[in-house]
Nanobody, 121 residues
Framework: QVQLVESGGGLVQAGGSLRLSCAASGRAFSTYAMGWFRQAAGKEREFVACIGWSGRRTENTDSVKGRFSISRDNAKNTVYLQMNSLKPEDTAVYYC??????????????WGQGTQVTVSS
């Protein structure tokens, strides 16, 4: 059974940083793309970032470019989201997901339970 466990969320002031982690088990994650999504209260879930199986290719949504960075450690079955220069509009529940393919192609099959990130102004 596939399990994804996010951690690292919390309360931070605007301009601060957080590093989210997502530990995966139950599947050969090293061969699949991994993604981060977020959902703010009252809004639809949105794509944040994705990383291909090797880590060489990444994608970020425009609103986080230059501030967020996705990375992975396949030996640890873990994907990270480094978030810098946080803004109040980044407040959301952040979810990690396992891609259906080896590169970022927009389809995801498994999801974690989410971790809350709150940015105060």
């Amino acid at each position: 059974q596939v399990q994804l466990v996010e951690s690292g969320g919390g309360l931070v002031q605007a301009g601060g940083s957080l590093r989210l982690s997502c530990a995966a088990s139950g599947r050969a994650f090293s061969t699949y793309a991994m993604g981060w999504f977020r959902q703010a209260a009252g809004k639809e879930r949105e794509f944040v970032a994705c990383i291909g199986w090797s880590g060489r290719r990444t994608e970020n949504t425009d609103s986080v470019k230059g501030r967020f960075s996705i990375s992975r450690d396949n030996a640890k079955n873990t994907v990270y989201l480094q978030m810098n220069s946080l803004k109040p509009e980044d407040t959301a529940v952040y979810y990690c997901a396992v891609g259906r393919y080896s590169e970022c192609q927009g389809s995801y099959d498994y999801w974690g339970q989410g971790t809350q990130v709150t940015v105060s102004s």
